[in-house]
């Protein structure tokens, strides 16, 4: 009978050291050598002798994976070590900050290094960076006695977690036993593949439960549930990227040497992060192989970009990343650093794009688009999502807004995937205070004053329903306000270079300019998810536009768009204008005071205004409408300047003197060379005649140069009117 139990014991032990053979092979490497059959005929053979047999049991046995009895709660356990998180960089620009801030910290706790460049600080002092995947999953701090697995902690709030080792436990890349007999404490990874979040789901749907969102949900679900049954049957993984604290002996550390690990004594840790992750799979833990270490920032940007453009390709990844993490390699530095009170100095993550977060809603506007469809626009508190800077989503209709129940003030999830213009997809209802306001859709269209409503649309020839969305009913509302945008930054008005018609209509269909003033509240952002857009386009159209915020009187008064006031009668009104007012005007808001005050007797004074002007200019001013446009103008930064205002007290030298322009010049812009013959008095006018003093010609010129030769007018090179304007 004895010598029967001996060969169960032995045959138990040999079971349980091939069965997490196979388990290494399979969850760990990714290299098995059975079938699932064959592994789960094992399993069931162990199962059988060891409970015909519990004498010989074992808590390290590969039976204890299947799940214990339910817990009653979660205990709380205080981490012996604090966990943190890194600090986030979104951009290489950032990166490059952060690496500018820890070479300056290292300079300054180490003299020696002053003289050193940054570039022999990171190869030969800091030893590269090691850069690792983040995974986007649950952080898992686990605990060994003597090589055998004790406890598994959640990272809670980086000071207590909560005990899930049984939960943990069935997890099979988690090793039970580890290769060597240490005591040690590791950090790392729950995650879940993106194959088993589908046949998860798709069990859940069956049976009416709600779904869970994405893979990191479903995880951190898992693990936190109180049945370690419902955690095993889940297929979750694991990945480890750290070791808290271990303790060697010498003839391990000496076998270590051989592996090229080799031992720090005063720190207790691998010399450097590289080695410390080839310590984590010599010890039995699945580590991400996906590392790699570099040695300066331009190839981490294309490691960084590598996996950002590779990381949704299930052939690629099964799992979800949501970043990369860089670490100073040496562990030395690494000490040397430390931690902030938040997070550790010697390492950054550097965070791909976001596509969902949340923000809140600061107004609720409509926008109107090509076909006169009213569309709410949520304008947020700026947020950072797929990599640009967000200030409104698109709410989509009325209909939308009750069915998610969006109030300004709401803290709500905006999503923006790929090219898509961003959207609120969620409120956050536990956040209210109570001050948030429900939003109604106007009656009247916020342009035009036109009558706003719901439109009949034809399913088929019998069935006739109201749209989802509202229209304004003024079919000239959009071709009006469209026209007044495109005139508002022409080269004669604001000359914003790149915004031609195609894109204003454009923006005005994404619902991001309604009224002028929008669009010097444009961003990257905004401009980014749209169609002819990159980013270098984006930044080169809002540097445009800021640019352009410094405008003449001149130019100012043409963009307007004011009836019967033209190109030469804003000229007029600007070289006249001091007899209004004795005051510089610098801002829109000034030329409200001023131009308010004037009587249309007055405007006829000025010789060349007549009646129509000075009535419509009356007009204009006295509008509430166009009061507050200059308003906001001013608020978003205009800046008015007037070179002409001088010509009342200087001698006009060119005064009477006509010039017309043909072809492209090269040293002037047309409004620039019609601006300095306006700064001496001359006058630039649009078509040639008998009474035409000079005809300049440029590259590729026009019929008005032919026209020109047939009526005898002074005809001049470019290089002939510049000699003009340098004489005088």
Same mark, same amino acid.
């Given at each position: ?348 993550? !550097? ?206 008064? !043409? ?170």
């Amino acid at each position: 009978m004895k010598n029967i139990k001996e060969r169960i014991k032995k045959r138990i032990e040999k079971l349980r050291k091939e069965i997490d053979h196979h388990r290494y092979l399979y969850h760990v490497l990714d290299k098995p050598e059975i079938t699932d059959e064959v592994y789960d005929s094992l399993m069931e053979e162990l199962r059988k002798l060891e409970d015909k047999y519990p004498e010989f049991d074992s808590p390290v046995s590969p039976t204890k994976r299947i799940g214990g009895k339910p817990l009653e709660k979660f205990k709380k356990v205080k981490h012996k070590y604090k966990q943190w998180s890194f600090d986030d960089v979104f951009d290489k620009n950032e990166l490059t900050e952060w690496q500018e801030k820890i070479i300056r910290l290292v300079k300054k706790k180490d003299l020696s290094l002053e003289n050193f460049s940054s570039l022999e600080i990171i190869k030969n002092i800091f030893q590269g960076y090691c850069c690792e995947l983040k995974i986007d999953g649950l952080k898992i701090i686990l605990v060994y006695k003597k090589g055998i697995f004790k406890q598994a902690i959640t990272r809670g709030d980086g000071v207590t977690g909560e005990d899930v080792t049984a939960n943990v436990k069935t997890i099979q890349s988690i090793p039970l036993k580890l290769n060597y007999i240490v005591d040690l404490i590791v950090v790392g990874e729950i995650w879940m593949s993106r194959q088993e979040l589908e046949r998860l789901n798709a069990q859940r749907k069956k049976e009416g439960k709600s779904l869970f969102a994405n893979a990191r949900n479903a995880a951190a679900g898992s693990i936190r549930q109180l049945d370690p049954r419902i955690a095993a049957k889940r297929r979750l993984d694991s990945f480890i990227y750290d070791i808290d604290e271990i303790i060697l002996n010498n003839q391990i550390i000496s076998e270590l040497k051989k592996d090229h690990i080799f031992w720090d004594k005063n720190l207790k840790k691998p010399t450097t992060q590289f080695q410390e992750l080839k310590l984590l799979e010599k010890l039995g833990f699945k580590v991400n192989q996906n590392y790699k270490l570099i040695d300066n920032i331009g190839a981490i940007e294309k490691y960084y970009q590598f996996w950002a453009q590779r990381r949704k390709n299930n052939k690629v990844l099964n799992y979800d990343i949501d970043g990369i993490v860089i670490k100073i390699n040496s562990q030395i530095i690494q000490e040397k650093l430390g931690y902030t009170g938040k997070s550790p100095r010697w390492g950054v993550a !550097y965070k791909f794009p976001a596509e969902k977060v949340t923000t809140i809603v600061k107004d609720i506007q409509v926008q109107i688009g090509r076909t006169g469809v009213l569309t709410p626009v949520a304008y947020l508190k700026p947020v950072r999502v797929a990599g640009s800077l967000v200030s409104r989503a698109t709410l989509h209709n009325e209909d939308e807004i009750k069915k998610l129940d969006i109030r300004i003030g709401d803290t709500v999830v905006i999503q923006k995937a790929g090219d898509i213009i961003p959207e609120v997809v969620g409120v956050l209802k536990n956040l209210r205070t109570g001050r948030e306001k429900k939003w109604r859709m106007p009656q009247q269209c916020p342009i035009c004053g036109g009558e706003v409503k719901k439109i009949i649309i034809s399913k088929n020839k019998k069935q006739k329903e109201l749209s989802a969305a509202h229209y304004c009913l003024n079919p000239h509302c959009f071709a009006i306000e469209i026209q007044k945008i495109i005139h508002f930054v022409s080269k004669k008005g604001f000359n914003i270079e790149g915004l031609g018609e195609k894109i204003i209509e454009q923006l005005v269909n994404a619902g991001l300019i309604v009224t002028p003033v929008d669009i010097f509240e444009l961003t990257v952002g905004d401009l980014q998810p749209l169609e002819r857009f990159a980013e270098k386009s984006a930044q080169n159209l809002i540097q445009a536009i800021q640019k352009s915020k410094k405008i003449n009187l001149t130019n100012f008064l !043409y963009a307007l768009g004011i009836r019967y006031i033209g190109e030469e009668t804003a000229v007029l009104i600007a070289k006249n204008i001091n007899q209004f007012s004795g005051k510089e005007i610098k801002t829109p808001l000034d030329l409200l005071k001023v131009f308010s005050q004037v009587k249309s007797d007055d405007w006829l004074k000025i010789k060349g205004i007549g009646e129509k002007a000075a009535e419509s200019l009356i007009e204009w001013f006295s509008a509430k409408k166009n009061q507050q446009l200059l308003r906001k103008l001013t608020k978003v930064g205009i800046k008015i300047i007037n070179p002409l205002l001088h010509l009342q007290t200087q001698k006009n030298i060119l005064s009477g003197k006509t010039f017309v322009f043909t072809g492209e010049l090269k040293e002037f812009t047309r409004e620039e060379a019609k601006e300095k013959i306006r700064y001496l008095g001359g006058q630039p006018v649009s078509s040639v005649s008998k009474k035409t003093d000079y005809v300049v010609v440029g590259k590729n010129p026009g019929s008005k140069y032919e026209k020109a030769k047939k009526l005898g007018v002074k005809i001049i090179s470019e290089r002939e009117f510049k000699e003009i304007l340098t004489k005088n």
